[in-house]
């Protein structure tokens, strides 16, 4: 079965340093997500993309985030000076959004764990 | 913020059925119940969702009461590998893209 993959799996930092966080999403899914989710708290949308360019993004996503689409297979977080407080489980998740079946929903992937000293 | 309100927690005996609840007492009438799990910190499953009719697949089933106030979530045969979190949601439409938006949903404990 087709899925999401993340890497790496866990990544540790110092703080003001930049990290990209990596996702390939499923191979012939046009939408794709980033979640967060703090240690003990709920899963938080951060920003969707199609087309090339952001649908939506959250409060959180501010100018210190930014997502690429480089090569048409990887989608990547980019956060430019990481802080304390962007310590959180990462996801990734991708949508095919064809006829209405099963698969017309977001499928996750298995997240990368970021912790930022 | 989350439409929806759950029971922080849940037990089921392996075996037996779970049923979730779940209260969306300000449900729009575009707007559908969707269930999402998320095992120990994996990235949340998809399980189901309905707009106004029961619905089951091969993980569950929804029922969904005539006022669409409130939905139950039924693992017919829970397993030790159900323990997760349980995610209530309701969204506008049902084609997928929108985002989700999670509460803090119920952590059920399946129990030999």
């Known amino acids: 079965e087709p899925e999401v993959t993340q890497t790496p799996s866990h990544q540790v930092t110092q703080m003001g340093q930049e990290v990209i966080l990596r996702c390939v999403p499923i191979?012939?899914?046009?939408?794709f997500y980033w979640y967060r989710q703090i240690l003990g708290q709920k899963v938080e949308f951060l920003v969707s993309f199609y087309n090339n360019e952001i649908s939506e993004k959250s409060e959180i996503f501010d100018d210190q985030f930014s997502v690429e689409r480089p090569d048409g297979s990887n989608f990547t977080l980019k956060i430019r000076s990481t802080k304390l407080e962007d310590s959180a489980m990462y996801f990734c998740?991708?949508?095919?959004?064809?006829?209405?079946?099963?698969?017309?929903?977001?499928?996750f992937g298995p997240g990368t764990r970021l912790t930022v000293l | 913020d989350a439409k929806t309100t759950q029971p922080t927690s849940m037990d089921c005996a392996e075996g037996r059925a779970a049923n979730l609840p779940c209260n969306h007492s300000?449900?729009?009438?575009?707007?559908?119940v969707y269930w999402y799990r998320q095992i120990h910190s994996q990235g949340p499953q998809y399980i189901i969702h309905?707009?106004?009719n029961n619905e089951t697949n091969e993980m569950a089933s929804l029922i969904i009461t005539e006022d669409r106030k409130s939905s139950t979530l039924i693992l017919p045969h829970a397993t030790l590998r159900d323990t997760a979190v349980y995610y209530c949601?309701?969204?506008?439409?049902?084609?997928?893209?929108?985002?989700?938006?999670f509460g803090t949903g119920t952590r059920l404990l399946v129990s030999p």
């Open positions: 309905g707009l106004k």
């Open positions: 191979s012939n899914h046009l939408y």
């Open positions: 300000t449900i729009s009438g575009n707007e559908y």
């Open positions: 949601i309701v969204r506008e439409g049902d084609t997928g893209f929108q985002k989700l938006v």
């Open positions: 998740a991708s949508l095919i959004r064809g006829p209405k079946d099963i698969y017309n929903e977001q499928f």
